[in-house]
């Protein structure tokens, strides 16, 4: 047999591993994430791991995803169950819920348990499941005994893929990433040397990748340098024995490894020919079963198959694995093979049962997968048992967010509901589309599918479908009073009938219509909504509960409460691997941040919502909206681009919630422009829809824009107007500035300063504008500054000034000023038009320039210096 090449320019990574290794053998627990292209060596430099330091008490856990055609959940942990035995694999074969699973592995791992490595390789294959065991376990490494290895290929994991995200969210403090780069030229020629080739072009054609150069070395010195890597597999193959090749045949349409006793079944006399892909390096065999040195290699020779040769092998594989005793962990296995084989019944069940159980597991892409792949061949199946592989697929397009394809799938289930009369089944596919529509930024259709699922469920015996139908109704409902009604007699119907789902269901949505009225008995109902979801294990609806909450303390301006749902929320996701769920209370806090002038934190949360491949037509409607504003009040470029992309979603929906945030997004860009026609007209647009939906949260931004503006705006009679929209309208800009700093929205604070005519406070206003860098609404006060006169107009951030002896800015030179006059913090930020908070930070930023340990010391400094000279009188 071959020996192996020898592992070069790996020394580093090698060093680094082993330095991790060290550390987790100790107690502290840590991810290492190499990466790097296919063939560039990341299983070569694992193995040489394995040999060099992964000795006795060191156990070493080894599992890798595959490149099924729908892989199977867990795979990975599949294989390390198998190696640690036990209650782990008696979980694993019980199939008990994912997170018992993860739990057990993990116990198995804690310190002080023996140390072990445990390598998860070709995680750019990982299913939904694997991808959350990532997340759970690289969030607890630390706690373990264990060095995690994942290794990945970043040629094959796009921005948008799900993969990206899970790794970005690992914790920093515990995880390491080593990039495997390609051979140096010196590395190739070296290898050339060895194999007595000619490294001529090698290193060119080959891009200094290890398995490409092996490969092309390992054909012998005749043969000319291939272009491609398949060239050099099937290159190499052909000098093997017929034998030898009829044996690959078999192998290559095998995914992963091949257990030895089906390769011998399926080969037959050809498995004498294993010795001599072995010895060739082809094919690696460890115990009792048999692998390709790299996945190119098998889908180089699997791609050279011809149609009915594959066809007839996949359906020799798939009765040899049928034929086994059943086990759940089997089925995408037989799956795979029964698509590739076309065998329309046998791609059904499998896929049908395949799915059922990828759901359970939590890996929602792949139970899709498995259900559109049962759909491609159920066309003569019994009708309804397709309508029910319709329905399963609507559900899980739900919650992987392809909409689209939801909604297909949906239309074609209703139909045939219809013909069988099933007003039960044709009620949950309705209020499935309703949903569905509603995430498609389709407010009218889903109106019209939630109505009709009431309609179809009248005079039936109440239920929880019940509930939850006239839930889904009142929270697409427009008019108030129509939409606190329906959530009523939602939450009766759930009462009922004993449903925790439901119950919590329509609370929160009792909890949103009760807070858009102005009551604020809703916000116990979205408490309680949380409470019952989380008693009763129902995580979805609480992370739904939780992000409503935090949405609606945005818009009505409790933002410290929504400073703190938010974070509730998100950690409560993230505990339970809800990251999909995140996102829509990461939407508002993106809105709340940019409110407040956290550019560069408002930015991190925009940026993570727009690479999520699972972001709905909403959520990036909203983020739109965020990222605009924030924009406009920059004065970056794209501003108009972000919201017009926006206000196509918005039109479509219709809804207020989704078109008066965007209408004062607009104005204000337009307004900060010059452009106060345009500015009036998207005010205009929006006032009936506002005036419709009766919340002040909607009203008072658009009557304080109007105002600015001198368009008429008459406030409806059942609507009162909370501070510090009350006072901006009323004229009192001293306090509504005042209001808005409560808030910590300094930028709000300073246009209201702009709508007086106090030149004092609209120096300040400009300062706080300059300190926020919003340069466009600074230049708008700076004009009306000069309108009204004013002399010694504040110089922009940019405009030359001397260098202050301690970086000073202005606004901190200001505070320092009042420190000399013995005002306390809220004082200060009365005097200033800021926030007590504001006032803190900056009094912490002048202590640290000054070096000084107190208040009183820092004054002292400044004074050592001269710089309250002016002020000593």
């Not at 011809?306 to 296995?333: G, I, Q, T």
């Not at 697929?393 to 967010?401: M, N, T, W």
Request: glycine letters at 6%; proline letters at 5%.
């Amino acid at each position: 047999m071959t020996l192996a090449p020898p592992l070069l320019e790996r020394d580093k990574p090698l060093a680094v591993l082993s330095a991790l290794l060290t550390r987790a053998s100790q107690g502290a627990g840590h991810v290492a994430l190499v990466s790097g292209e296919a063939g560039i060596g990341k299983t070569a430099l694992l193995r040489q791991l394995v040999s060099e330091r992964a000795r006795p008490p060191v156990r070493v856990l080894w599992g890798g995803c595959d490149a099924l055609f729908t892989p199977r959940p867990l795979a990975p942990l599949q294989e390390v169950g198998w190696h640690v035995g036990g209650d782990l694999a008696e979980v694993l074969r019980e199939g008990v819920s994912r997170d018992a699973i993860f739990r057990t592995l993990l116990q198995h791992l804690r310190h002080p348990q023996p140390p072990a490595l445990v390598v998860l390789e070709d995680v750019h294959w990982a299913d939904e499941a694997t991808l959350d065991l990532l997340k759970f376990l690289g969030r607890r490494a630390a706690t373990t005994s264990a060095l995690f290895v994942f290794t990945w290929r970043e040629e094959d994991v796009p921005r948008n893929h799900a993969l990206r995200s899970v790794l970005a969210d690992l914790p920093a403090d515990a995880t390491s990433r080593v990039r495997l780069e390609p051979l140096s030229p010196s590395a190739v020629q070296r290898l050339a040397a060895e194999a007595r080739r000619s490294a001529e072009g090698l290193h060119e054609a080959t891009g200094g990748n290890p398995f490409f150069v092996t490969e092309i070395l390992a054909q012998g010195p005749d043969g000319a340098v291939p272009t491609t890597v398949r060239d050099a597999v099937l290159g190499r193959v052909s000098r093997l024995s017929a034998r030898a090749q009829a044996l690959l045949d078999v192998a290559c349409v095998v995914p992963a490894s091949i257990e030895l006793s089906l390769l011998a079944a399926i080969a037959g006399e050809a498995y004498g020919g294993l010795d001599e892909v072995a010895a060739a390096g082809v094919l690696a065999v460890s115990g009792d079963a048999g692998s390709f040195r790299h996945e190119l290699a098998r889908r180089a020779l699997e791609d050279g198959l011809s149609p009915l040769r594959s066809r007839e092998l996949h359906a020799r594989v798939l009765a040899w694995l049928h034929a086994l005793p059943d086990d759940p962990a089997r089925l995408p296995r037989l799956a795979h093979h029964a698509v590739r084989a076309g065998d329309g019944p046998a791609v059904v069940d499998f896929c049908s049962r395949a799915a059922q159980r990828a759901d359970r597991l939590g890996a929602h892409r792949e139970a899709e997968a498995h259900l559109r792949s049962a759909l491609e061949y159920a066309s003569s199946i019994e009708l309804r048992r397709r309508a029910e592989l319709l329905d399963a697929r609507v559900a899980q397009c739900f919650l992987i967010d392809r909409m689209p394809d939801g909604a297909t799938a949906g239309a074609e289930a209703l139909a045939i509901w219809e013909d069988l009369d099933d007003r039960e089944r044709q009620a949950g596919t309705l209020r499935e589309l309703a949903r569905t529509s509603w995430y498609m930024a389709d407010a009218g259709l889903a109106r019209r599918f939630a109505a009709r699922a009431t309609a179809v469920l009248e005079g039936m015996p109440a239920s929880s479908l019940h509930a939850l139908s006239w839930s889904t109704r009142a929270l697409l409902e427009p008019k108030p009073r129509d939409q606190r009604l329906m959530a009523e007699r939602a939450v009766a119907l759930a009462r009922a009938s004993g449903d925790a789902e439901a119950l919590s269901n329509s609370l929160d949505t009792l909890g949103c219509a009760a807070v858009q009225a102005g009551d604020a008995r809703g916000w116990g109902y979205l408490e309680e909504s949380i409470r019952v979801a989380r008693d009763h294990g129902v995580d979805a609806e609480a992370a739904r509960a939780y992000s409503n909450i935090a949405a609606l303390a945005v818009e009505e301006g409790r933002f410290d409460e929504a400073e703190q749902w938010v974070a509730d929320g998100v950690a409560f996701a993230d505990e339970r691997d809800l990251g999909t769920q995140c996102l829509c209370s990461i939407v508002y806090r993106s809105r709340l941040r940019v409110l407040q002038g956290r550019w560069a934190e408002a930015t991190t949360d925009v940026e993570r919502i727009m690479a999520h491949p699972l972001a709905s037509v909403v959520t990036r409607m909203v983020s739109d909206t965020s990222l605009g504003l924030m924009r406009a009040r920059r004065g970056d470029p794209g501003a108009w681009e972000a919201l017009d992309a926006a206000h196509v979603s918005a039109l479509k929906a219709g809804d207020a919630e989704a078109i008066v945030p965007l209408a004062a997004a607009r104005a204000e860009l337009a307004w900060l422009e010059g452009d106060e026609d345009r500015a009036r007209s998207e005010i205009t647009a929006a006032i009936p829809i506002a005036v419709t939906s009766e919340r002040g949260a909607y009203l008072g931004p658009l009557a304080v824009w109007a105002k600015r503006l001198a368009l008429g705006l008459e406030m409806p009679s059942s609507v009162s107007l909370s501070s510090p929209y009350a006072e901006h309208l009323a004229g009192d800009w001293q306090a509504a500035s005042a209001g808005y700093c409560q808030r910590g929205c300094v930028y709000e604070s300073a246009l209201a300063r702009y709508d007086g005519d106090d030149q004092l406070a609209l120096k300040e206003a400009v300062r706080d504008l300059d300190q926020l860098d919003a340069r466009p609404a600074a230049r708008r006060l700076r004009a009306r500054l000069a309108s009204l006169g004013a002399r010694r107009i504040p110089r922009g951030p940019n405009a030359p000034r001397k260098a202050h002896p301690f970086d000073l800015t202005p606004r901190e030179e200001d505070v320092l000023r009042a420190l000399a006059m013995g005002l306390s913090n809220a004082q200060i930020g009365k005097r200033l038009f800021v926030s007590a908070k504001t006032v803190d930070h900056h009094v912490s930023s002048i202590l640290a320039k000054l070096e000084a340990p107190s208040r009183g010391a820092a004054v002292a400094e400044a004074r050592k210096h001269g710089l309250l000279e002016e002020d000593s009188t």
